[in-house]
Every structure is written in C-alpha cells, then in structure tokens.
C-alpha cells in the first residue's frame, strides 16, 4: 500500500495538470508530455521560463487578422503588410494551419485568404459560417486576378472548392486548383513541402 501511495505522490497537483495540458496537444501523448515536462523542470532557466513568458505574450496579444483570417500577434497580419508578396494573387485555405503550411517556405508569392473550415452537412457547417462572403468582398475590390482554391484533398474539402469556384464565377478572376497530385484524403499541413510545391506550380483551372 506504501508503495501505491508513493506511486500516486510522484507528481505535485501543479505538475500533473500542465503534463495532462501538453497530453491534450497535438502529436504529444502522455508519455511524450511526460518527457516535456521532465526536460521543463531539468532545463528550468533554459526552458521553462522562456516557455512562460512566449505564451504569456502571445496570449495577451493574439489577433485574428480581420483581412484573411491568418492568426498573428498584429492586424492586420504579418502576411497582408508584407509589400514583397503580390496583391493580385489570392491563395484560398480551409484553415490557419493551410496558411502556415503553404507559407513555411515561401511557396505562394502572393497573399492569402483563411475560410475558417469547410462545407460539412454531417457537421452542420454551411456557407454562411465560412467567410465566404468577405473573401467576395475581396475580390469585388479589383485588385485580385488570380484566385488559388487549395482545399484539403477530402469530400468536404472538394466539396468546398466547388461551392466557392461558383460563387467566384461571374467575378471575372482566373480561379485555379491545386494539381491533383496530392494525395485523396491528405491534408496540407501533413504534406512536405515539396509536394505543396508541385501541387501549386502545377495549378490549373476549376473543372
């Protein structure tokens, strides 16, 4: 029983809650967050504190960029202000993580648009909960010539490209797709980065 009991007081209160906040992330399980929490605790000075203070900052300053949708600690966005990228281009993501993927190596010259999910009947997710209607808004301002829709490669994602590519058709915008290289039921941010940069050099238009 002593043993058990010592079992259960390894870990303070403090230390099991942020080992079960890291299990809930992405890729990490409990082992994994285990060994974070370890080499947190190991590395204090190194880590530990430059960790708190990085989520601290980008918690008080998180934005949602009120022009594409990317999330960025300014508003607009980091990747709307740059002046080096081309602001007749228009890359069309379902996601945050899309934008990111594409973005990591500078594969789309040009600027970008988040729709913040896609159309999912089983899901109840409908064209009014996606910002369809400013992406529209966008467009109808002129400067963009060229619409890129790089929709994940599933039913819903294709499903996505379709619905908007009609709404953008009287726009008088070139709207392409990525080439169906990738993968059917990949998603962009699990693709490497040559791969991305295939399916958007080999672009084509909407059928």
Not at 127 to 151: K, N, T, Y
Request: aromatic share 2%.
């Amino acid at each position: 029983m002593a043993v058990a009991g010592h079992n259960a007081a390894m870990a303070s209160p403090e230390i099991d809650a942020l080992t079960q906040a890291l299990a809930r992330l992405p890729g990490l399980g409990p082992r994994s967050a285990r060994r974070a929490v370890l080499h947190l605790i190991k590395k204090r000075e190194m880590a530990l504190a430059p960790l708190i203070a990085a989520l601290q900052a980008v918690e008080r300053n998180l934005v949602t960029c009120s022009t594409c949708g990317n999330v960025d600690t300014r508003d607009p966005c980091g990747v709307c202000t740059d002046p080096r990228r081309d602001p007749t281009t228009l890359c069309v993501v379902e996601e945050v993580a899309d934008l990111w993927a594409l973005d990591r190596a500078r594969l789309f010259p040009g600027r970008y648009h988040v729709l913040g999910g896609r159309l999912s009947a089983l899901d109840g997710v409908r064209p009014e909960d996606l910002a369809i209607a400013a992406l529209l808004v966008r467009v109808a301002d002129g400067a963009i010539s060229e619409v890129v829709l790089a929709m994940n490669a599933t039913l819903e994602g294709q499903t996505t490209m379709h619905y908007v590519a009609e709404r953008l058709a009287s726009s008088g915008v070139r709207v392409m797709q990525l080439a169906h290289g990738l993968p059917v039921g990949g998603e962009l941010d699990y693709l490497d980065e040559g791969t991305l940069a295939l399916a958007l050099r080999a672009r084509r238009v909407v059928e």
